[in-house]
């Protein structure tokens, strides 16, 4: 669910969320009744789907793969949303009140590509194998030795993301509304349980789909609202260039453009260059994720037909590409509007500040001075308002960048409207975890436990392991979640574990879906010394942070650079292993790859439609506006 | 979703139906009172009005459209 976050900013960001819970004493928000049966509802419209869909999720194909009956829309909306968390929301809100519009980029050439291609070259191949899962793909083209190297990553990373999610969850709500951490945990893991454990695949759609509406009418008022109060898209430029003049190393207008300033690394708010964008960013992780990632690829393997499958990805794009509108434009708008108490502009800072400037919880002056002096030194927070923070004023406590969302629902958003906000958060985190436990549960169903202990079961068998492995799943998971409790360091692992792992794997399906020559050693190799790889890179950096310099190609580059040029390093090393292993091994004959392989397939034909029906139309018409908005933001 | 069964669109319209009538209840509540929240900004727009009024409409036309046994 992290989508690409976890690439570039979750990482860092969500590294820092046990953090978040040595400050905030006050929650962000008081809710109110209405709010609180705004939640409710929406606890009780997913159980209720749960025990609805119960019925319709009696055999395997219904339970894995939601019947394959879901039509674009709902296969479209629920592959984008699969990858809409509430972490991605507000870590990119924070983003853009950092970074500005250059954040903008994770959601165009870092998506909108990769999905048209996805849609358009790679489902046929996908859909006609008839495979359950990506693992599933990567054993029929390479045999069980890719396969499986695949599924016990892909299950080990989703358990522990749906870990890492829930605990994320926890901590946020207790940030933001001052809940219990356990509470928080316990509600959402039942939740989640009960809904994905009754309904499947289906379920997890039809709450995904539900989630997309949700985060919609709830988080875009706040934009709608903050472009009235700052005089639209022209005034709140004009009030982020006085702002910001005296308070960046950068030129303040860098803040409205995604390709101006990326010609050097240290132009540009971000510390990355255009080469990284494009092709780290927009080539192998993009590419890596939105077409290899089974936990959104799933949902457009749940289309009822090839078209529907092709479509779906292509619809989803279009809604992507207005995610921007709810996500980074309230972190801009946050810039300006964000208020003290005694109406100065509330500055956000990082949560090394905030943490470092914790005030005593009966109040007044921040415990450690000196610190927090040091800490602030970093920032440009005014001396003034460095000695506010200090005195422990009203009101001056600090916040941090992942809280620009939230501060900003809570200027707008009063009774049931605030409910509706924080209700989709939490729909968010929840299709989170639930995406997470139901791909778990087909990988372990259909890529570990079939083919490595029993591959005789009858169809109900199957079902009743996948029911019981969301239940353990669930379970690790909670456990998870509190191993990160208390062992924080292991959250930046764990994010990790999902950017080591995704280009690689998208280097191994790229040459298998469209290279006939790709062996299975080389599939096999190219996957496994590619994960070897990427995590070296990995942990240079995290034993040696000097070596970013290194491997994003400059001194000035920041972390931000680093997995977007990590990600293209580890495509073009596993490439390389893959061309050369294949090109010294025997290659599989055609006939072994028909129906898995560009050349070696012959596609089914597809009923001629109007072009209005056309995914290429479609297609091109996503193109046409991919191109426009890249040029009038340029 | 294809096939037979309650669509996700009926589910959809059947909360958004709830919320946006709860909100604009609210809203008029508001209006009607004159008692605005502490420390929310632009009270005098009246969003849980319009917001909750739309999200009802949305919703009203969701659950009809998409009604079990209505056929596609």
Redesign the interface.
Same mark, same amino acid.
């Given at each position: 669910m992290y989508g690409l976050v976890p690439f570039t900013h979750a990482a860092s960001s969500l590294g820092s969320l046990p953090a978040m819970l040595a400050f905030s004493t006050e929650p962000l928000a008081h809710l109110r009744t209405?709010d609180i049966?705004?939640i409710a509802?929406?606890f009780a $419209?997913v159980i209720?789907?749960g025990f609805?869909l119960q019925r319709?999720s009696n055999t395997s194909e219904e339970f894995f793969m939601a /019947?394959r009956? $879901?039509?674009a829309w709902?296969a479209g909306l629920s592959f984008v949303s699969a990858n809409l968390g509430s972490l991605e929301l507000m870590g990119w809100a924070g983003s853009a009140y950092q970074y500005g519009i250059l954040a903008t980029n994770w959601y165009w050439i870092g998506a909108i590509p990769a999905m048209v291609f996805l849609g358009l070259m790679m489902m046929p191949f996908y859909y006609v194998s008839k495979t359950h899962s990506v693992p599933g793909y990567l054993g029929l083209r390479y045999g069980k030795h890719a396969s499986i190297v695949a599924a016990i990553s892909f299950a080990v990373e989703m358990i522990l993301m749906s870990g890492v999610n829930m605990f994320a969850m926890a901590v946020v709500m207790k940030v933001v509304l001052g809940w219990d951490l356990n509470f928080s945990i316990i509600v959402s893991s039942v939740a989640v349980a009960a809904y994905v454990g009754l309904g499947g695949l289906?379920s997890a759609?039809?709450n995904e789909?539900?989630q997309f509406? *949700?985060i919609w009418?709830g988080a875009l008022?706040v934009p709608i609202?903050g472009l009235?109060?700052s005089g639209g898209w022209t005034g709140l430029k004009a009030k982020i260039v006085v702002n910001m003049t005296s308070l960046t190393g950068v030129r303040p207008d860098s803040y409205f453009h995604i390709w101006r300033d990326t010609g050097s690394f240290a132009a540009n708010p971000m510390g990355v260059h255009w080469t990284g964008i494009v092709f780290g960013l927009g080539f192998a992780i993009s590419f890596g994720y939105w077409t290899t990632d089974f936990l959104v690829v799933q949902r457009v393997l749940a289309a009822?037909n090839l078209r529907a499958a092709r479509m779906a990805p292509i619809i989803g794009s279009f809604f992507k590409m207005a995610v921007p509108f709810i996500v980074i434009l309230p972190g801009l708008l946050g810039l300006v509007l964000l208020q003290n108490p005694d109406g100065s502009r509330r500055q956000l800072v990082g949560e090394d500040v905030v943490n470092s400037c914790v005030a005593p919880t009966s109040g007044g002056p921040v415990a450690e001075q000196a610190k927090c002096s040091a800490a602030m030194a970093s920032t440009t927070l005014s001396d003034d308002y460095k000695q506010k923070v200090l005195n422990g004023a009203p009101g001056m406590e600090l916040h941090s960048y992942n809280q620009a969302l939230p501060l900003m629902m809570?200027?707008? *958003? /009063?009774? /049931?409207?605030l409910g *509706?906000g924080i209700t989709a958060l939490i729909a968010g985190f929840m299709s989170g975890m639930a995406g997470n436990v139901s791909a778990f549960s087909t990988v372990w169903t259909y890529d570990i436990y079939k083919p490595l202990f029993n591959n005789k079961g009858s169809d109900s068998h199957y079902v009743l392991v996948g029911r019981l492995s969301i239940l353990i799943g669930v379970a690790v998971s909670i456990g998870a979640a509190y191993l990160v409790m208390h062992a924080h360091g292991i959250m930046d692992y764990v994010q990790a574990l999902f950017s080591i792992f995704i280009a690689p794997l998208f280097a191994v399906i790229i040459f298998g879906m469209f290279w006939k020559r790709a062996s299975s050693l080389a599939g096999f190799l190219g996957l496994l010394i590619g994960i070897i790889f990427s995590a070296s890179l990995f942990m240079w950096v995290k034993l040696d942070p000097a070596a970013l310099a290194h491997v994003a190609l400059s001194p000035d580059a920041k972390p931000m650079a680093e997995n977007v040029y990590r990600g293209l390093w580890a495509f073009i090393f596993s490439a390389l292993v893959i061309i050369v292993v294949s090109l010294v091994t025997k290659a599989r004959p055609d006939n072994e790859l028909e129906g898995l392989v560009y050349g070696a397939t012959v596609l089914p034909k597809e009923e001629p439609v109007p072009f209005y029906k056309s995914e290429w139309a479609w297609a091109g018409l996503v193109g046409i506006i991919f191109i426009a908005l890249n040029v009038i933001f340029w | 979703m294809h096939g037979s069964g309650i669509p996700i669109w009926f589910f959809i319209g059947v909360l958004l139906v709830i919320y946006g009538g709860l909100i604009f209840g609210y809203g008029l509540v508001e209006l009607s009172s004159g008692a605005y929240p502490a420390g929310v900004e632009l009270t005098n727009l009246h969003a849980p009005i319009w917001w909750g009024g739309t999200l009802a409409i949305l919703g009203v036309v969701y659950v009809v459209k998409f009604r079990p046994g209505q056929s596609k």
């Open positions: 209405l049966a705004v509802i929406y $419209m209720w789907i609805y319709r /019947g009956e $879901m039509t709902i289906r759609i039809f789909v539900l509406v *949700l009418g008022l609202l009235v109060q009822h809570v200027r707008y *958003l /009063g009774p /049931g409207l *509706l | -």
